[in-house]
């Protein structure tokens, strides 16, 4: 994300690059996710799609949410502010900040109000990128779409609100019309993720609506809890017994959005079960506006 060294006016020309470049990668994005050969035969992404489609879509996260941080100041981007000059901004020569801080300082500094849902679908794409760049592709298909699918929601909104009023007429046409694009792969992809729970609400789903909640992974009412364990039904995850006391903290953290830190009181031990499971604000698909104690390995509430 490099000014031209000839600019005389940093934020005329932080506009268009770096908005341009994001928008490549959400239109990548949504061509991996909606690929035809698949698509045609009713299969899904495989997994270079899927691969290319978690590291372009957190590109574009980036370098969009950046773009809005450099038109407040240049130094904003640095990994540390204090530090760091405007010679090493023009020539590239710097560390930037992550997205959690990138977000952070929108919201402080900017005033740029991310909202919950975003944040935590944000949070939840970095971890997936960055589990692939180490430990390989491990996500289902529909896992992907559904999480790709609720960041480019949010980046679509983003660079309509935040960005396209610093673009020139010309460019800011530009993007709207690569926005029409992108946005019709985002209903596309929705479509394939609805039709995935409209096949299971016909189902399986209806007979377990007791026992199940909100996938932490997929973000879907397919998460069942029984005698067989934790599973998605959608994204297809099934927990091993080794995961089982990881599931509550994970579920706090990625479907309710508290910090890690803030878990430890959630989490209590199973009276039924006698395992650490148990915790409370647990919401399940037959009383999706109440709050429960809800067991992640027994499935049992109160």
């Known amino acids: 994300m490099t000014p031209s060294k000839n600019s005389t006016n940093l934020r005329p020309e932080m506009h268009f690059p770096p908005v341009q470049n994001g928008m490549d990668y959400l239109q990548s994005v949504v061509t991996h996710l909606t690929w035809r050969p698949y698509r045609a ?26 773009a809005r941080l450099l038109h407040e100041h240049w130094s904003l981007v640095f990994q540390d502010p204090g530090k760091e ?24 500094i900017a005033g740029v109000d991310i909202g919950e849902a975003a944040r935590r679908a944000l949070e939840d794409l970095a971890a997936s990128r960055n589990a692939l760049q180490h430990y390989g592709l491990t996500d289902s298909a529909a896992a992907v779409e559904a999480r790709a699918a609720s960041v480019l929601d949010f980046l679509l909104a983003f660079v309509e609100g935040q960005l396209l009023p610093q673009l020139s007429e010309a460019d800011a046409a530009d993007v709207l019309f690569e926005l029409s694009i992108v946005a019709e792969g985002v209903t596309e992809i929705k479509q394939f993720v609805k039709a995935r729970m409209d096949r299971l609400s016909r189902k399986e789903l209806k007979r377990f609506k007791n026992q199940t909640v909100k996938c932490p992974s997929c973000k879907q009412w397919a998460l069942v ?33 508290l910090r890690t830190e803030e878990i430890g009181d959630h989490v209590m031990t199973c009276p039924r079960c006698n395992m650490r499971t148990l915790t409370s604000g647990v919401s399940v698909a037959c009383a999706p506006e109440k709050h429960f104690q809800f067991c992640f390995h027994c499935g049992s509430r109160a």
């Open 85 to 108: 000059n405007r010679k090493k901004f023009e020539e590239g020569d710097f560390t930037s900040c992550g997205l959690r801080e990138t977000v952070k300082r929108l919201s402080d």
């Open 41 to 66: 035969r009713k299969a899904n992404p495989g997994p270079e799609q899927l691969k290319y489609a978690v590291l372009h879509l957190q590109a574009a996260a980036e370098v969009l949410l950046k």
């Open 225 to 257: 809890v029984d005698s067989d364990g934790p599973r998605c039904l959608v994204c297809m995850y099934k927990w091993e017994s080794w995961e089982w006391e990881d599931l509550p903290g994970y579920y706090k953290r990625s479907v309710q959005g």
